[in-house]
């Protein structure tokens, strides 16, 4: 049974930080590649980024280019994400997300949620302004 476990979010002030984390189990970790998903209220799921699963490829939404950064750490089975200079706009619930890795490419760069296999429950991340 796949289960990945999303922690870390919470309320900070516009230009804060947060780490959120996601653990995940019942899958070989280091064949799937791993994106973050964010959904607004009242909004669709908006793709936010992806890692491969050597960490030798990742692709960020522009929204969040420059300020967020995706790691992972096979041995721990985990993957993190890094927000700094955080927005008003960058609130709602954060989702982790897991599919088998095809390659990338230009028509192949996983930001849409039916290309995933394995979703968390997600965080929710609150920014004041």
């Known amino acids: 049974q796949v289960q990945l476990v999303e922690s870390g979010g919470g309320l900070v002030q516009a230009g804060g930080s947060l780490r959120l984390s996601c653990a995940a189990s019942?899958?070989?970790?280091?064949?799937?590649?791993m994106g973050w998903f964010r959904q607004a209220p009242g909004k669709e799921r908006e793709f936010v980024v992806v890692?491969?699963?050597?960490?030798?490829?990742?692709y960020y939404a522009d929204s969040v280019r420059g300020r967020f950064t995706i790691s992972r750490d096979n041995a721990k089975n985990t993957v993190f994400l890094q927000m700094n200079t955080l927005k008003p706009e960058d609130t709602a619930v954060y989702y982790c997300?897991?599919?088998?890795?095809?390659?990338?490419?230009?028509?192949?760069?996983?930001?849409?949620?039916?290309?995933?296999?394995?979703w968390g429950q997600g965080t929710q991340v609150t920014v004041s302004s």
């Open positions: 997300a897991a599919h088998r890795w095809m390659g990338f490419s230009s028509t192949r760069r996983y930001t849409q949620p039916n290309e995933y296999n394995y």
């Open positions: 019942g899958l070989t970790f280091s064949s799937y590649g």
């Open positions: 890692i491969s699963p050597s960490s030798g490829i990742t």
